[in-house]
């Protein structure tokens, strides 16, 4: 594959923009057949845009927070599925940029600037709690180590180049081994059933007795051992995400109301867009979204900031602003995607419409980590300076 390099944070922004409006055109129907994106994807590895993180010394254009939040808005606005498929992307070229070797990242940088993908293969089911990981790596005589578990919601594999497994090892300490799509003993099941994120095959991956050579693993568990943003980043993607999709759903219900609703018959109006009453309630609506839109860019530049003088304060404050964000988005993208059948009328609940692809994506995506345990953080910190927990769930 040949992948175009983007040079900066302008030009990602603007192939973003593109990229999302192109998507935009097909995600209705994509959803309503379950069609899976893959020539969408071709088009975003492509477009250079999964290798903006790479550090410049590596020929990447090395993106902010700030930029590579506002791409993944930019991209849910158009199609929530397509944007939750590189969260985990993103996740992991943030660990080798962290744990990997030089030569690790040499060659992983190499492989993003030429469009391969990172799927995921994290979450387990049937375990204790989401961080009860039981994929085992257990070390060869030769140096190697063999891979053996079962991985569910493992959003991305099923389109990946590379599926970054995160797996316990030697003192049962996480580590992340990066396996080939097609390695012997990897199996990728798109059984993904959600009732919203259709097309992101979210399915499982089995692991019977993958080989992995040595240079194919990092030390994950070092990640927490200081002060660190990979959790901060992760979950400002997915904050972004949610903004998205409530932007997206604004902007669907306002062009229905201005084309299709009629006004009720008390209002005195000719059309459903000079409703008073709509008005008022297009007015609420957009609040939600901007203060979205606001407190994600506000929790990108404290990612940024930490990113430039990383210290337990810092990272505690972009975790904190992070977390803040995603509990704004995800309480929009659900209210906002629900309004827009209040604010449309009889009509919009046609299933034909597919408008409660907006509402099914939001309900399905904002479910990935409890909000509750974040307002929970923010409290803490808010009131007696509490930072919050290393891990990778904040």
Excluded: C
């Excluded at 192109?22 to 492509?46: K, W």
């Excluded at 997915?238 to 084309?259: P, Q």
């Excluded at 704004?328 to 609940?349: D, H, I, K, N, P």
């Amino acid at each position: 594959m040949t992948a175009h390099v983007i040079a900066d944070d302008a030009e990602a922004l603007a192939v973003a923009a593109a990229l999302a409006e192109e998507f935009r055109a097909g995600a209705s129907a994509r959803d309503v057949e379950r069609r899976l994106p893959r020539a969408e994807l071709d088009r975003l590895s492509a477009s250079g845009l999964l290798a903006v993180t790479v550090p410049a010394e590596h020929g990447g254009a090395d993106v902010g927070a700030t930029t590579l939040a506002e791409v993944f808005r930019l991209l849910a606005s158009a199609d929530a599925s397509l944007a939750q498929i590189p969260q985990s992307h993103f996740a992991y070229v943030n660990v080798i940029r962290r744990q990997g070797t030089e030569e690790q990242r040499k060659f992983f940088f190499a492989e993003l600037l030429a469009g391969r993908r990172f799927g995921n293969a994290q979450s387990e089911a049937g375990t204790k709690h989401v961080q009860d990981i039981r994929t085992r790596l257990e070390p060869q005589p030769n140096g190697s180590y063999v891979l053996t578990g079962v991985k569910h919601y493992s959003t991305g594999a099923l389109f990946a180049d590379w599926i970054p497994v995160l797996a316990r090892a030697e003192e049962d300490r996480l580590h992340v081994a990066y396996v080939p799509r097609d390695a012997p003993g990897l199996t990728v099941v798109d059984d993904w059933d959600g009732l919203g994120q259709r097309t992101t095959a979210s399915g499982t991956v089995r692991l019977d007795g993958v080989e992995v050579p040595a240079d194919r693993v990092l030390p994950h568990h070092l990640t927490f051992e200081g002060p660190q943003l990979h959790g901060a980043v992760a979950q400002l993607l997915h904050a972004a995400i949610d903004a998205g999709i409530a932007s997206g759903a604004l902007a669907e219900a306002a062009e229905f109301v201005r084309t299709k609703s009629r006004p009720w018959f008390e209002s005195g109006v000719d059309t459903a867009a000079e409703d008073p009453l709509l008005i008022q309630r297009f007015g609420e609506l957009a609040l939600q979204v901007r203060a979205s839109e606001a407190l994600l860019r506000e929790a990108a530049r404290a990612v940024d900031s930490a990113q430039a003088d990383l210290t337990d304060d810092s990272a505690a404050e972009a975790s904190i602003a992070v977390a803040t964000a995603k509990v704004q988005a995800a309480r929009a993208a659900v209210e906002v995607a629900s309004a827009l059948f209040e604010v449309s009328g009889t009509r919009s609940a046609l299933n034909s419409l597919n408008l409660h692809r907006h509402w099914r994506d939001a309900r399905t995506h904002t479910l990935h980590d409890p909000t509750r345990w974040k307002v929970q953080h923010i409290g803490r910190y808010a009131l007696n300076g509490t930072r919050p927990p290393r891990h990778g769930l904040l």
